[in-house]
């Protein structure tokens, strides 16, 4: 065998030293962690023990390793209790989710769901080896934690995944319906079991979150919402993207950091309860809610706008303005589209007047706003052309009209036809 | 096997066209005037003052009746009324018999000429399939050479269509868009693709295709004869992958391949698939008479062994074979050459009585909307004379011309009959005229006609065990499931090889790509494997070649090719482009090359060193008892390959105008290598000890490894070789022949089971050649090789082909010298 193995290397020049230097950009900065900690003294982090407090489950399909763990509703993670998941209003989750079945969540029968797996690429190589479902019981918080102790235990923790999934009334996951339900998904299929998420509503917070407050915060990252939303700090945490080596350590008898991985996918999905009991309440009245109030007020009057929901949403729109949003220009022609629909056509042109000043592709879109406004709404042919003019103008001067691509679609066509007008007119 | 005759297109093709009732319709324009008459071309070709004596060879492929058969019985008469409505009323004999084969169960193998009718052979069984299980089955077809045609899935959803069922065929390929593919996965009752998209993207997923796995009922494979080498290595190994997870789902899908004539159609599905196969070889399709001639133009200075440029022939043959009443395509090997005769002709034009709109260029790299146009233009007639590369031998359609003109042989029986199936209408005599070059595959074919009408001669290369492709392979497949030992500690799923589960081990132990517990491997690693395999065999090795203006990638050679041909000073071709290589970033791999117009190209020298590894098999011819003669290896090595210097040598006349140092690392592999040694009294009495022994030997060598490609499908590129008048190893005067791919990929094998073929083949070349003492089309021009290398290398050829024939010999008792 070990002449095969020697073989092996030779042909596959696995031995060769990297004869070559390495190619590409440096190595990514955990890897470089990594590696120094490596060469440094043993980390006392680093355990070959199993992790702590493992109980097995028996099941037809084999056995497998969990950890359970309560936690009072009380139990503040960062600065909110758990039990403020009782704040959150079903429409407002319906209209942050846009999703109406969200509207109906009962979030107290929801499983909280998190999932670590060994790679980001997906396909049927990839292993969710530890799963974390949380779910309300009574006044208490429990939280299940499944994990392989090898990989020929995933089918077993699979079947029973799939059972507490649809026992619940609904999932709640940050980023989970891009990812975590799919890793579980295509190995359930893979073991011939039932998936359990087809029907069942799924709240996830990732999507409300940016439209709330995506353009104040930095990243999208859920230690970003967490920290920002519900002051949440983490302590010496392990990156997720640092999970599938520890895993990787402990099945090769190597010492680990799984303990830190539990412990981090355990604070993932008590973020979730906080994130969703955050996004809930976002129109309570009086409630003095962290995050950026400005985002958060110009993310609920696109919602409403989109809802055509008209006064609430310009009633949103002018809180955003108050507070200074991220976006003012932007959420300014929303506002003056918003005084357009209830017909307030002056101050709608006012609005549009002031942006189509500047000089980007708010003051474009001004411009043709203006234009359709002048033409439809007040009747005015000359007008209208006149701010089709000054949008020729405009992405004329700019260097390539690539910005203002989409405001002078169909200009020609406009101006033609508001030539004829013209002409029929005099 | 009669006869490799073309067939004649209207006849089995005529299902593979999208049967729409406006397609119908539709009939081709009517053309001016009657076509010529090919017999009038080939008329005037044999008393032609110039051209009747530079026709060496005329033959025939007869016409013949086609031999129609019943549908099979058992087929359901709604698929069969399908094809009866659209005109197929009864199948020609080989459909039905592969037909009748598929539906037992078997798996099928259809070795037949192009435009047979293969398509056929598996839309009957597989719609078939999907009638007697009301639409639950699945079939998966794949196309290895030619981008995926639409053509093919709409024909397939038009007899569905036809059918009144609501079934679909789809193309999953990297243009599919996302939003497709999930209906493609769950609706798709049969699905085009090709082997990359199911090595990386079906395979690894296979839980997204679970549908498509627990139903699959046929595996259908088109052109399996393309599958040779490292890529046909890898996608038997790909096939095995598939046949894992299809089991895995608990189905247990049935192959039906097509594949062009081969010679061991048998043996090579059974490479491929790991089990014997059905082989239906037996063509029922008509035939109409097909005249080839071949055409070696004139030796015009024997001393320097210099034969008339063949594209200098092509322009000579145009004026009696182009003309405005039937069309006549011209294939080049060179995309250059295209350019330059397209040029000519469409200056010509005029005086053959065409207009140079009538005259065309067609070949990769012109802009899709330029070749729609070229290819509407050959259907409706309206384009007299095209003129292209390969790109017009597969796949697309531009119905049937007169007359082909061939600008040297094309490297591969395939593809000759390939080329030669462009003509030939309903009916009508067709003419394909090959040019042979100052080459010595070329020179043998003009020599040899009948080897391009008999059985099929070459061999295909094919090693899925090949220890480097198969665990690589591995790896994708341990992604995809894990793996189990049985009792016995073997892993029984993955094909033959005793390797597997200490590749498996090697996987787990030394790269941690693999976790082994009781008894399974399963991977654990963050990593998507098939993204890092690729099945041609590019490794991160491999050396990029850029333009040095754009940065663009304009090619990609391996680590053992680079150091010859991407040098400083290198000149390198892509399609018949010439590329200057102004700098080679070794550490980085990148080669920064920049467009010239070049009249010579390099050749790089090399001193090779084989050692020998270990040999496996050995066939000898004793003198007496005891006293050898010479004998033939199979057996291990390791190439340590230094390159030295590189000479210019001009195109054509192949004149020596210059030579520099090359300065690179060498570089080394393990592989499998052919030997041929002599013995040291065979080797007096063939008085290699005189003078110029070592370069007679070498060009010996050069010569084997150019016909090779005559019994073995590769180019002579993919053999190296080595010679030594006295090897270290042999203690004798020895040539090598070796793969160059690490690992081998069965060439060495092949080449070993038919060296005497190579032989007598290379013997016949020295004889038929007109040249005096040595030229590029024989042992090399004696400038090179010593004004005895002709000679000797006939002496030593004609006595190892004597009578007996080597037999089996022992591996171990070499019999060396004392």
Known sequence: ?426 | MANMGQREHDTGERDERVETPAARLEARPARRGAPKDVDAIVRTLKSHPELKDRIVHWSKVPAREGKTADFPVGLDPRVVDVFRAAGTTRLWSHQARAVELALEGRDVLVSTPTASGKTLCYTLPVLQSLAESSGAARSLWMFPTKALSQDQSQALNAKIAAMGEDWHSYTYDGDTPPSVRRTLRERGHIVLTNPWMLHQGILPNHAKWAELFRELRYVVIDEVHTLSGVFGSSVANVLRRLVRVAKHYGSDPKFLLSSATLREPQSHARKLLGRPVEVVDEDGSPAAERVIALHNPPMLDPVAGLRANALEEARRLANVCVGPHHQTIFFCNRRTAVEVLTRYLKEAAPRLGLSPDEVRGYRGGYLPLLRREVEEGLRSGAVKVVVTTNALELGIDVGQLDVAVLVGYPGGQASFWQRAGRVGRRGKKSLVVMIARSDPVDQYVAQHPDYLTEAPRERIGLDPDNLVILSEELKCAAFELPFHASEGGDVADFGPSENIAGILDYLADELSFLHFKDGTWYWTADAYPAQDVSLAGHDPDNVLVLDVETKNAIGEIDREGSIVGVHDGAIYQVEGETWKIEAFDYENRRAYAKKVDSDYFTDAQTDTEVRVLRLEERLVRWREPCLEDHSAWIGEVHVTTLATQYKKIRFYTRENVGAEDIHLPPEEVDTEAFALTLSEEAASELLLHAGDRGSAWHGLGELLRRVAPLFLRCQPGDLGLSTQVKSPHFKRPTIYLYDRVRGGVGLARALFAGHREVLAAALDVLRGCDCAKGCPACVGPSSEVGSEAKGTAELVLAHLLAEPAPERGPVEELALES
């Open chain 1, 1 to 426: 065998m070990s002449e095969l193995a020697d073989k092996l290397r030779r042909l596959r020049r696995d031995d060769a030293p990297p004869a070559l230097p390495a190619k590409g950009p440096a190595p990514p900065a955990w890897l470089r962690e990594r590696l120094a900690e490596d060469i440094g003294a043993a980390d006392p982090r680093r355990n070959v023990a199993a992790p702590r407090d493992l109980e097995v489950a028996r099941t037809d399909a084999g056995a497998f390793a969990y950890r359970e763990e309560q936690f009072d509703e009380d139990h503040r993670h960062g600065e909110v209790p758990l039990a403020d998941i009782d704040h959150a209003v079903g429409d407002v989750l319906g209209l942050v989710a846009k999703d109406s079945a969200c509207a109906e969540l009962p979030l107290r029968d929801c499983v909280y769901l998190d999932v670590e797996t060994t790679g980001l690429s997906g396909g049927a190589g990839t292993i969710s080896f530890l799963v974390a479902l949380g779910r309300f019981d009574g006044s208490a918080f429990r939280l299940w934690q499944g994990f392989l102790r090898d990989p020929g235990e995933e089918a077993a923790m699979l079947v029973d995944v799939a059972r507490r999934v649809a026992d619940a009334a609904g999932v709640v996951s940050f980023f989970g319906k891009s990812f975590d339900r799919h890793r579980l998904e295509d190995k359930m299929r893979v073991f011939g079991i039932e998936p359990p998420f087809g029907e069942l509503p799924h709240l996830d917070l990732y999507w409300p979150i940016q439209r709330l407050y995506g353009p104040a915060f930095p990243d999208g990252r859920l230690q970003t919402a967490e920290r920002e939303l519900a002051g949440v700090r983490r302590e010496d945490d392990l990156p997720g993207s640092r999970a599938p080596e520890a895993w990787f350590d402990f099945l090769a008898g190597r010492g680990h950091r799984l303990e830190d991985v539990f412990r981090h996918n355990r604070d993932d999905v008590l973020s979730l309860v906080v994130l969703a009991a955050h996004v809930g309440r976002v129109l309570e009245e009086g409630a003095a809610l962290p995050g950026a109030p400005g985002a958060r007020a110009s993310g609920l009057a696109r919602l409403f706008a989109a809802r055509r929901e008209t006064a609430r949403a310009l009633d949103w729109a002018e809180r955003a303005l108050e507070h200074g949003p991220p976006d003012p220009r932007s959420l300014g022609l929303l506002r003056a589209d918003l005084l357009a629909r209830t017909g307030e056509v002056e101050g709608a042109a006012a609005a549009l007047e002031d942006l189509a000043a500047g000089e980007d592709e708010v003051a474009a879109d001004a411009l043709l706003a203006l234009a359709k406004l002048y033409e439809h709404g007040s009747n005015d042919p000359a007008r209208a052309a006149e701010c089709c003019g000054r949008l020729r103008t405009l992405s004329e001067r700019a260097l390539t009209g690539r910005p203002y691509a989409r405001a002078v679609r169909g200009l020609a066509h406009r101006e033609e036809r508001l030539g004829r007008k013209l002409a029929r007119d005099a």
